[in-house]
């Protein structure tokens, strides 16, 4: 699997999770304590988030304790 199609695929995870929660990408950056275009990036797969904000993100989806 292509780098770019790891991260549209968790790009896509995030999202659906994100939906499933009932949050909107402005909650989740809130809850995660990480900026909007942080969690636009991921989604998008445009950009993977640093280690502790990609921490941080799982955490806020109750991926992680």
Not at 1 to 21: F, I, N, T
Not at 23 to 45: C, F, H, I, P
């Given at each position: 699997?292509?780098?770019?199609?790891?991260?549209?695929?968790?790009?896509?995870?995030?999202?659906?999770?994100?939906?499933?929660?009932g949050?909107?990408?402005?909650?989740?950056?809130?809850?995660?304590?990480?900026?909007?275009?942080?969690?636009?990036?991921?989604?998008?797969?445009?950009?993977?988030?640093?280690?502790?904000?990609?921490?941080?993100?799982?955490?806020?989806?109750?991926?992680?304790?």
């Open positions: 699997m292509a780098k770019g199609d790891e991260l549209s695929r968790v790009g896509a995870a995030v999202a659906a999770r994100r939906g499933q929660l949050m909107t990408q402005q909650e989740l950056a809130d809850t995660a304590g990480v900026d909007l275009k942080t969690v636009y990036n991921l989604e998008s797969g445009t950009r993977w988030p640093i280690a502790r904000n990609r921490i941080a993100i799982s955490a806020a989806l109750r991926w992680v304790g």
